[in-house]
């Protein structure tokens, strides 16, 4: 088998590999450079080889790395503290391996809070049209892209779709605990929602002590310009 053959041919795939980065130029196998528009897929903002995250990856494999979420992690306490401090929001983080995960965490975490607090429970969860939440069974149902479920049902209930956010505020329904939504949609084509459309959705959301979930997994940590883009 050629080398590549090893791998499930689930990407359709550029005849080209990088082996060196430095800020925004990488370079292929021949020394051959690009300029990398994509950061990888909106990834590497600080730019490939930034001095001071090699040198904090550097220091960190040499003392430990994996511990367990059994013990307290004083790297992590810190750097949450540093997430809540720049969100200027009152809130809590919880660290996980995807955007994916973090999606799955945000509409169980939806889900809880329906359960929880009101009389008779909420669970569903309104997502936008050409929306993207991540490949896992929970969040691609939430993905509003039906042609990207073929295949892989039956999906957990309780996914809605809306065309956009007019319609999303029509969908809400006493079974509705959220609305999940990109601001910039990534996957959509780079698609920003309104401003005001968004306000009016917050307003008629928080009067009902309903949840607006924000997937910032594209747009956050300065990629659209404040550290998150909810702010
Ligand atoms: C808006 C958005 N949400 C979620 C995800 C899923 O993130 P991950 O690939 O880290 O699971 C992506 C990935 O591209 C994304 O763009």
Redesign the pocket.
């Known amino acids: 088998m050629k080398e590549d053959e090893y791998l499930l041919p689930l990407y359709k795939r550029l005849d080209v590999s990088f082996v060196k980065g430095k800020k925004s130029i990488l370079y292929d196998e021949e020394g051959k450079d690009y300029v990398d528009f994509t950061s990888g ?2 990834v590497n903002s600080l730019g490939y080889a930034n001095k001071e995250v090699v040198k904090t990856i550097k220091e960190q494999a040499k003392n430990i790395l994996h511990t367990s979420n059994i013990y307290r992690i004083k790297s992590q306490e810190k750097c949450a503290k540093k997430i809540v401090e720049l969100s200027n929001l009152d809130m809590q983080c919880f660290f996980c ?7 799955e965490s945000a509409i169980k975490l939806a889900r809880k809070y329906g359960n929880t607090e009101f009389a008779k429970p909420k669970y569903k969860i309104i997502t936008i049209k050409n ?6 069974i929970a ?1 691609l149902k939430a993905t509003a892209q039906e042609d990207k479920h073929k295949f892989f049902g039956p999906y957990p209930e309780g996914f809605v779709y809306a065309k956009d956010i007019n319609e999303a505020i029509t969908l809400i329904d006493e079974s509705t605990v959220a609305v999940m939504l ?1 601001l910039i ?3 959509g084509g780079i698609f920003m929602q309104d401003v005001h459309k968004i306000k009016e959705l917050e307003t008629i959301l928080k009067s009902k002590k309903l949840l607006l979930i924000i ?5 956050g940590v300065y990629r659209s310009g404040n550290f998150l883009i909810s702010q």
């Open positions: 897929i909106g391996n995807s955007g994916a995960e973090a999606n929306s993207f939440h991540g490949r896992t969040t990109e949609q990534g996957e997937d910032e997994v594209q747009t």
